[in-house]
């Protein structure tokens, strides 16, 4: 789908994200910046001009089995809120089904990876268990119309099918996780990419993994991030 940038909308944003966020990474720290910055994503979301298009809606889940990329800082986030609002049950499911499903990811190649439903652990009921600490990725994917979810989920292996998309709700998204990213980026904190669940494992069965985090070191010692390349670097303030 073709659309035309709104260069001021974007630059705006990256601005306004950017000169917030940096101080409260500063104050607050990376985690309880980062849950402070999901709630203005989620605003920015809800303001774009085109969100009364979008198709999505509670209990539709088809983009709950794809694959979702994670920073650290969500990782840790997520954590904390799983600890904080799971019963000691629903964590046992949770962390049972994150392992599991980190387990049968490590096996296959980048390739299968990507094109693999899995059904994310925190799905229950068809809804989101951690729906105020989901990750920005799930933030960030929408579409004005169902049948290209459920195609993608119903032929996984066609990297083809591309879901009709908000422009308006997905510039104000990636400008948001942009501006984000590189306020911790500069104050030196990991911000590569993760699958969810390898991720998730990783920072429960690698000890000094949030330690590291917070001392700006890379905190999987047995996972390899990606870097994201931004899409608006040239707009950047
Ligand atoms: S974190 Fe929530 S919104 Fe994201 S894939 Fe999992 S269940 Fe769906």
Redesign the pocket.
């Given at each position: 789908m073709e659309f035309n940038l709104d260069v001021p909308f974007i630059r705006d944003i990256l601005a306004q994200e950017c000169a917030r966020a940096r101080d409260e990474i500063r104050d607050l720290g990376a985690v309880r910046a980062l849950q402070s910055s999901q709630q203005r994503h989620d605003g920015r979301i809800a303001a774009a001009p085109d969100v009364d298009t979008l198709a999505c809606a509670a209990g539709c889940?088809w983009?709950?089995y794809f694959t979702?990329d994670v920073r650290a800082a969500e990782v840790f986030a997520i954590l904390d809120f799983v600890e904080r609002r799971f019963t000691p049950e629903e964590r046992a499911r949770v962390y049972a089904e994150v392992r599991a499903n980190s387990g049968a990811l490590k096996k296959l190649g980048d390739s299968e990876r990507v094109t693999r439903n899995l059904k994310?652990p925190?799905?229950s009921e068809g809804r989101?268990g951690?729906?105020a600490a989901?990750?920005q990725s799930?933030r960030n994917y929408h579409a004005t119309d169902v049948a290209g979810c459920q195609q993608s989920y119903d032929d996984p292996d066609d990297m083809d099918i591309d879901p009709e998309f908000a422009p308006g709700v997905y510039q104000a998204g990636v400008a948001h996780v942009e501006a984000f990213s590189t306020a911790m980026h500069d104050a030196g904190y990991d911000v590569d990419a993760y699958e969810l669940n390898c991720a998730l494992d990783a920072a429960l069965s690698e000890p000094g993994a949030r330690e590291r985090f917070e001392s700006r070191l890379k905190p999987f010692t047995e996972l390899d991030g990606e870097e994201v390349a931004a899409e608006f670097d040239d707009l950047e303030p």
């Open positions: 889940t983009c709950c979702v994310c925190f799905l989101c951690i729906y989901r990750p799930c």
